[in-house]
């Protein structure tokens, strides 16, 4: 198994709400924060979302080292409903992620299977006989020397698909301590990957909404 790394969640600010109403708690979180509670700490998003509101529940997550927005249904029916379009594929999802390299075409899509590497989990592996379906569009935004700013909609929402997919692709994201390996693990303290914006359907009023953080980096 995977060591896990030290945890040393940032405090500053405890919690930061991009939107809330009845039915709904959207939450930007910071690099470095577990989204639910693990076997290190039970400091977490979630807790900390529960202890401020009392009845958010968790429809996914983003990994610890990656950034950017996370929406918390308020009650089980209002998870449900929100749960079901994950599921369903009916959000739209953008994330902004450094890679390393000089990327040579504008765009393109990595069309991957992905399941777990059980002797080093938490690490996923490519896996064309028992992997699940996983599928990343990519654009670039920015070319900048021997780096490439990219922005990345994946279609399905396997662990560690935009990591893996972005390796496969043979420009690992800047500062992941997992999939990369000597400069370019070495580029940035932390995982530049970022989960710009959030679309989905209100679980109350049923009006499409899109939320978004700027990107930190």
């Given at each position: 198994m995977k060591p896990l790394p030290d945890y040393h969640p940032p405090t500053e600010p405890w919690l930061d709400v991009l939107y809330e109403d009845d039915a709904l708690v959207v939450l930007n979180k910071q690099a470095g924060l577990l989204?639910?509670?693990?076997?290190?700490?039970?400091?977490?998003?979630?807790?900390?979302?529960?202890?401020?509101?009392?009845?958010?529940?968790?429809?996914?997550?983003?990994?610890?080292?990656?950034?950017?927005?996370?929406?918390?249904?308020?009650?089980?029916?209002?998870?449900?409903?929100?749960?079901?379009?994950?599921?369903?594929?009916?959000?739209?999802?953008?994330?902004?992620?450094?890679?390393?390299?000089?990327?040579?075409?504008?765009?393109?899509?990595?069309?991957?299977?992905?399941?777990?590497?059980?002797?080093?989990?938490?690490?996923?592996?490519?896996?064309?006989?028992?992997?699940?379906?996983?599928?990343?569009?990519?654009?670039?935004?920015?070319?900048?020397g021997d780096k490439t700013r990219l922005a990345l909609t994946p279609i399905t929402g396997r662990s560690h698909q935009l990591r893996l997919h972005m390796k496969e692709l043979g420009h690992p994201i800047l500062g992941d301590e997992w999939y990369a390996e000597g400069d370019a693990r070495a580029a940035s303290p932390r995982l530049l990957l970022h989960a710009e914006e959030l679309t989905l359907t209100h679980p109350a009023n049923g009006e499409r909404m899109s939320f978004t953080a700027p990107c930190p980096f």
């Open positions: 989204s639910v509670p693990g076997n290190v700490s039970r400091d977490s998003l979630e807790t900390r979302a529960s202890e401020r509101f009392g009845d958010t529940l968790v429809a996914h997550r983003l990994d610890m080292a990656t950034s950017g927005v996370i929406v918390m249904p308020r009650g089980k029916e209002n998870l449900a409903a929100v749960g079901l379009q994950f599921e369903k594929r009916q959000t739209e999802k953008r994330y902004i992620a450094v890679v390393w390299g000089d990327v040579a075409e504008d765009k393109g899509t990595v069309d991957l299977p992905i399941r777990c590497d059980w002797p080093n989990r938490p690490l996923q592996m490519i896996c064309h006989e028992r992997g699940r379906p996983a599928v990343t569009h990519w654009e670039v935004l920015t070319r900048e």
